[in-house]
């Protein structure tokens, strides 16, 4: 790994390594597994034997200052070296002020100041998600708290600073800023500084946000229009006092202190910045405070966009069963960059092949088995990188997965139509068409994680796969369980496919498959990879390689 890492826009956004467009494809590692140098190097050996290229890692603030100005970086120094040894890129995980809608990672000395560092207050008008009756309360600092952000963004900057010490600014390609941020439980904080800053005007450059904004896709512009479209006044003068005026105001003030994170980092380091979100709205989720208020949310994208300019990105953590609408709104906001996900190789083909995602990460990725679906699909994908990275930036790349009730996708590239069928459900449909009563067809496939993972996670039993162009004619296909055609106005066949397989590391051709073989070109029960060659008509003799 060489060079520094950065953020560019031409005609898509792009991350960077020296002059080389990279894509980061990986996991997340659980919360409290850098907590330890044992822990480390644990879950680095293990992120290593599953042949991706990026692993992410939280860095606590506790930690990492324990006593205010005294700094321990340690942890960070091990998974800086753990990393580069293994031939890792190291996504770092700022858990600052804020983790998960609360501070638990906050410094015993800020937690403990109460007068220095205030906390949020909430009416509880929401249910809140993991949580229960009698459950021991966790802290929330109010972010609107300029001692606060003064404290937060030191020792962010500490950590900026250090990482262009060492050297790291080739192994670190992203940075994030504080995890999921929000207020839950209500729409706003409702302590004495919030309440200040509520009836304070709204900043110039959000109410110049909402009046040129289209009311039909902006939130801040539909709610601006709807309270009267006042030239100026306070947070509920302008926008109205429901709590959809109030996510505005909190995603105002998370966004701002973000900013003031970010351009602490950027300092010292070239390295993108961006920010992470608890979804929201979501299924069981329809308001602010049952979903963080005031997080990086789809309803408030283009406020955080304008309260923090400098973040490369704003990333959807993905949880739901549905995932298209979220990779949808995030990749027509920005570049997609999806830092956790649920366990699922279908995922990480939708979006790095339907939604040009510049990276993917499983969450819980030191429970992830070896040689399972999704360490499978991460290897081959890795392998591919400088194809699959420049091949997003000019529209020869696509993907498809076959839920349940739907037959079949077509997919466009250039000239060339590709229709996506389930294997298992084309040959039960050609065995009846033939007179031939077969049961439903089923296979049984193995956790996609080990044995002792607290939260076991299925195998993906939907078909799925990614298509990459080659060249003109060549395409290389990755996934499992899918069947594919191939046609450009009914001229073309196919005319030879060859398995992908890796032998000691090492990617190269395995068989050539025809006959019978021709009827699954990937596996129906492990993901694999092909090389398949398309034929077209010569009218003058012409070799067609």
Partial sequence: MTGAWTFRTHAVGELVQGDESRLLLGGQLHNSSASTLASITHALAHVRRLHTNTVIAPVSWGQLEPEEGIFDFALVDHLVESARSAGLRLVLLWFGAYKNAASTYAPTWVRADRARFPRAAVEERAATAFTYEGATPKPVLSVFSPALTSADAAAVEALAQHIAELGAQDVVPLLQIENEVGILADSRDRSSGA?????????????????????????????????????????????????????????????????????????????????????????????????????????????????????????????????????????????????????????????????????????????????????????????FEPLLAHARTQGSLTAAVIDPDVEEERRQLGDVGITFRGSLALLRRMLLDAGVQAPPPTIDLPMETAPHALIPAPAEERPFALIVRETQDVFIAIGQGMTLDFDVDGQVEIDAVHELVFEDDRLGEGRELNGDERLRLLPIDSVGAVRIRLLRPSSTGEDQS
Avoid: K
């Avoid at 003031?260 to 910045?273: D, F, G, K, W, Y």
């Fill in 195 to 383: 309440e200040a800053a509520w009836r304070s005007p709204v900043p110039e450059a959000l109410l110049g946000l909402a009046v040129a904004a289209d009311p039909a896709t902006s939130h801040a512009g539909r709610l601006w229009r709807e309270a009267g479209a006042r030239e100026g006044g306070t947070w509920p003068e302008v926008f109205g006092d429901d709590w959809q005026a109030e996510e505005l105001f909190m995603a105002w003030a998370f966004a701002s202190h973000a900013e003031e994170l970010s351009q602490r980092v950027r300092r010292h380091l070239a390295t993108p910045t961006y920010a992470n979100a608890w979804l929201g709205p979501q299924p069981g989720q329809d308001r602010a405070g049952q979903y963080p208020s005031g997080g990086p949310g789809a309803r408030v994208l283009d406020v955080w966009q304008a309260a923090a300019p400098s973040l490369a990105m704003l990333s959807p953590d993905i949880y739901v069963t549905d995932t298209e609408p979220a990779m949808r709104a995030y990749a027509d906001a920005n570049t997609l960059f999806v830092p956790e996900c649920r366990l699922s190789a279908a995922e990480l083909v939708r979006a790095v092949g339907v939604h040009g995602a510049v990276g993917w990460s499983a969450f819980g990725i030191d429970d992830v088995r070896e040689h399972g679906q999704i360490a499978t699909t991460l290897r081959f994908l890795a392998a």
